[in-house]
T-cell receptor
Framework: SAVISQKPSRDICQRGTSLTIQCQVDSQVTMMFWYRQQPGQSLTLIATANQGSEATYESGFVIDKFPISRPNLTFSTLTVSNMSPEDSSIYLC?????????????FGPGTRLLVL | SQKIEQNSEALNIQEGKTATLTCNYTNYSPAYLQWYRQDPGRGPVFLLLIRENEKEKRKERLKVTFDTTLKQSLFHITASQPADSATYLCALGTDSWGKLQFGAGTQVVVTP
């Protein structure tokens, strides 16, 4: 299995500022995913981040608002830009593991963001 | 429109009984379906995967069924324990790139 850590675990930010969330994996993985989970809601996929290529964003999410970096096979960052209270959410990264046997995803613990 | 529906009301169940959760979907053709467990303040933890050509999967006290005609999956926890109390999420995999679409989850509360 993969062990995933995220930093920060939580933060309180002011409207209009930006926050960068880090995701570190203890093994090399090809695909990493960023999700958002708003209070009482399901996880919504923001984007897929592959090393060496631009992230692929889902409908409703744009690079200017959620720029993603994937500098190597164990690390990724998601930036929440120009934040508003509507961005208050839990942000989770996940990695796909054991591809070829079953499509299992392992999730980080999440970053709990509150925007005032 | 595409939907994944799970019971929004919490399922309260007595220890030792079987908990059954449903996941219904519309306008999807999933290649596989997964179930995850999520505890408060934690990320989801993978439990089981079932593919479109499989009817049933078991893992210890867990059982999943998948009916692509009814567009439904059932998730059973047999001999439930208080430690099984959590929110359970179903997720549909519709392509080969690992992208998942999640339901909102059902909270299970097992009382002694």
């Amino acid at each position: 299995s993969a062990v995933i850590s995220q930093k920060p675990s939580r933060d309180i930010c002011q409207r209009g500022t930006s926050l960068t969330i880090q995701c570190q994996v203890d093994s090399q993985v090809t695909m990493m995913f960023w999700y958002r989970q708003q209070p009482g809601q399901s996880l919504t996929l923001i984007a897929t981040a592959n090393q060496g290529s631009e992230a692929t964003y889902e409908s409703g999410f744009v690079i200017d608002k959620f720029p993603i970096s994937r500098p190597n096979l164990t690390f990724s960052t998601l930036t929440v830009s120009n934040m508003s209270p509507e961005d208050s959410s839990i942000y989770l990264c996940s990695v796909e593991w054991d591809r070829g046997r079953q499509e299992t995803q392992y999730f980080g613990p999440g970053t709990r963001l509150l925007v005032l | 429109s595409q939907k994944i529906e799970q019971n929004s009301e919490a399922l309260n169940i007595q220890e030792g009984k079987t908990a059954t959760l449903t996941c219904n979907y519309t306008n999807y053709s999933p290649a596989y379906l997964q179930w995850y467990r999520q505890d408060p303040g934690r990320g989801p933890v993978f439990l089981l995967l079932i593919r479109e050509n499989e009817k049933e999967k078991r893992k210890e006290r867990l059982k999943v069924t998948f009916d692509t005609t009814l567009k439904q999956s059932l998730f059973h926890i047999t001999a439930s324990q208080p430690a099984d109390s959590a929110t359970y999420l179903c997720a549909l995999g519709t392509d080969s790139w690992g992208k998942l679409q999640f339901g909102a989850g059902t909270q299970v509360v097992v009382t002694p």
